[in-house]
Antibody, heavy 117, light 110 residues
Framework: QVQLVESGGGVVQPGRSLRLSCAAS????????MHWVRQAPGKGLEWVAL????????YYGDSVKGRFTISRDNSKNTLYLQMNSLRAEDSAVYYC??????????WGQGTLVTVSS | QSALTQPASVSGSPGQSIIISCTGT?????????VSWYQQHPGKAPKLMIY???NRPSGVSNRFSGSKSGNTASLTISGLQAEDEADYYC??????????FGGGTKLTVL
């Protein structure tokens, strides 16, 4: 069965960096684009970024463009999100998710990032 | 990219039908047949209910259906059940090769 397991969340000070990881299993990772989606506490979903199946193209939401970088290692079936210059408003649960026909068919359980001094 | 517009809340009694709307622009909802809908119960990850405007993934009840007219997409839930009480989000692919979500709708089953 498809499994997406995020890790790397935690408490970080404003302006610092954090890298999230997502270990994928149960499907052929190299065939799918992958998303990061976040959800601030008590708020709605916000799309963060997408990377194509082979990493050749990447797209970002306006609020993270220039600060966050999505990447993947297909040899390790792992997705990453490098987050730099973190702000309080980046505090959220970050979900790793699989793309299917420009929708998201599988989601991880999420990892919580809290940006606070 | 502005969020798609959804009603903050809807409600219905068991057995009834409800419709949740999702309004965007010609650059997202109106421009592509890539509208999807997600159900999220408290403390859980979202679940895909509808993709490509009106397609149901395997395992999703046929009580859930989707449609689109112009810049507005809709999710219909028929034969409401207590377990349908959740937050629902729409999403669309956009002309910027990005994705946008709606603000979410809280469904209450009375």
């Amino acid at each position: 069965q498809v499994q997406l397991v995020e890790s790397g969340g935690g408490v970080v000070q404003p302006g610092r960096s954090l890298r999230l990881s997502c270990a994928a299993s149960g499907f052929t990772f190299t065939r799918y684009g992958m998303h990061w989606v976040r959800q601030a506490p008590g708020k709605g979903l916000e799309w963060v970024a997408l990377i194509s199946y082979d990493g050749s193209y990447k797209y970002y939401g306006d609020s993270v463009k220039g600060r966050f970088t999505i990447s993947r290692d297909n040899s390790k079936n792992t997705l990453y999100l490098q987050m730099n210059s973190l702000r309080a408003e980046d505090s959220a649960v970050y979900y790793c998710a699989r793309d299917y026909s420009n929708s998201i068919d599988y989601w991880g359980q999420g990892t919580l990032v809290t940006v606070s001094s | 990219q502005s969020a798609l517009t959804q009603p903050a809340s809807v409600s219905g009694s068991p057995g009834q039908s409800i419709i949740i709307s999702c309004t965007g622009t010609s650059s997202d909802v109106g421009g592509y047949n890539y509208v999807s809908w997600y159900q999220q119960h408290p403390g859980k990850a979202p679940k895909l209910m509808i993709y490509d405007v009106s397609n149901r993934p395997s395992g999703v009840s046929n009580r859930f259906s989707g449609s689109k007219s112009g810049n507005t997409a809709s999710l219909t839930i028929s034969g409401l059940q207590a377990e349908d009480e959740a937050d629902y989000y729409c999403s669309s692919y956009t002309s910027s090769s990005t994705w946008v979500f709606g603000g979410g709708t809280k469904l209450t089953v009375l």
